[in-house]
């Protein structure tokens, strides 16, 4: 077990969720302001929280969309008889075989189907994607010329939306009285277990960080490995992140109903930013074993792991842990 166990969400939650017009146009429609704080504490915050007191890097905006912007927004939307829902998000669907299937929005530069591999088909069934189909320079040429012209020219954000400096582990610290004295002092240790120093708790440390670890070591050195149930944080040189296996658990498929027994042959992204690598897939009880052709680095537990057939998201879900394949397959 962990050293620490992450509190319960505060009665009064710490983020507000707005949805605000700061000009008034008439499209039409009416428009409703819908409180959804509750469960956004509930499926998101919590979540955040446990995941780096369990070790692992979470990925919340993958489950603010499983959760909060189609599970908590359809049931708004049946209360108000609506048949649709649509998001912002640059992805597009179609249906095939009698499935939904997610696959890439048109400007791939700014695609979003990595975080949305989450969504049933349910889900998916009653989505529209209105923006999917267009460049991103195409959307704030439609905003500016319906009059949203401050809105057109808004910068990008990278944030997370409910920490908003950035600063995750001032953010931990605010959730937890006294987090830095339960975690400071573990040790930072070698693959071969030998001690280089202490750091600062094993919480404020992901998979593949290498700026901020305050060790010198005379060569950059990453964090391979992070074990919260004795607090320590394994440190190596980068060739130590690769690996050419892992496990995926919490699956959910969407182009297929299942994966053939032989396998299936797959492009597989580990994080938002990634590239992907071609990899095959092989289910292995209620996980996904993930066989890759060549090494990738920093496979972070806690991760989404999405599986891709050409533009087609085959499926995703929750990075378990990675291994090393004497062959690769």
């Not at 605000?20 to 509930?42: L, S």
């Not at 992907?276 to 009880?285: E, I, Y």
């Not at 890759?292 to 972070?300: D, E, G, K, M």
Request: proline share 4%.
């Amino acid at each position: 077990m962990p050293l620490l166990a992450a509190p319960k969400r505060k009665q009064v939650v710490e983020v507000w969720i707005l949805s605000m017009i700061q000009e008034t146009v008439d499209f039409g429609f009416h428009h409703f302001i819908i409180d959804i704080r509750e469960e956004f504490g509930d499926s998101v915050i919590d979540y955040f929280v446990e995941e780096y007191i369990a070790g692992r890097t979470p990925n919340p905006c993958v489950m603010c969309n499983t959760h909060i912007k189609w599970n908590a927004l359809l049931k708004r939307a049946d209360a108000l008889d609506c048949e649709f829902i649509a998001t912002g998000h640059y992805a597009q669907t179609r249906k095939e075989n009698d499935r939904w299937v997610i696959y890439k929005g048109k400007d791939l530069s700014k695609d979003q189907s990595y975080v949305l591999w989450g969504l049933s088909q349910e889900n998916l069934e009653r989505n529209k994607f209105p923006i999917g189909g267009f460049h991103k320079s195409e959307i704030r040429q439609m905003a500016f010329d319906m009059g949203y012209e401050a809105l057109s020219k808004k910068a990008e954000s990278y944030e997370i939306c409910f920490v908003p400096d950035n600063d995750y582990r001032g953010f931990l610290k605010r959730r937890i009285d006294g987090l830095e004295d339960k975690v400071a002092g573990g040790d930072f240790v070698l693959s071969d277990g030998t001690v280089v120093g202490k750091h600062k708790g094993y919480p404020f440390y992901t998979v593949g960080q290498r700026r901020g670890l305050g060790i010198a070591m005379g060569k950059p050195i990453y964090v391979t490995e992070i074990n919260p149930e004795t607090n320590t944080v394994c440190i190596g040189e980068v060739d130590e992140l690769d690996r050419n296996g892992m496990y995926v658990k919490g699956l959910n498929l969407v182009k297929y109903a299942s994966i053939p027994e032989e396998g299936l042959d797959s492009v597989t992204k580990i994080r938002y930013l990634d590239e992907g690598a071609p990899a095959r897939l092989f289910k292995n009880g209620d996980q996904m074993r993930v066989e890759f052709v060549r090494n990738v680095s920093a496979i972070a537990p806690g991760q989404s792991a999405v599986f891709y057939e050409g533009d087609d998201v085959i499926g995703g879900g929750w990075i378990e842990s990675s291994f090393e394949l004497n062959t690769p397959s």
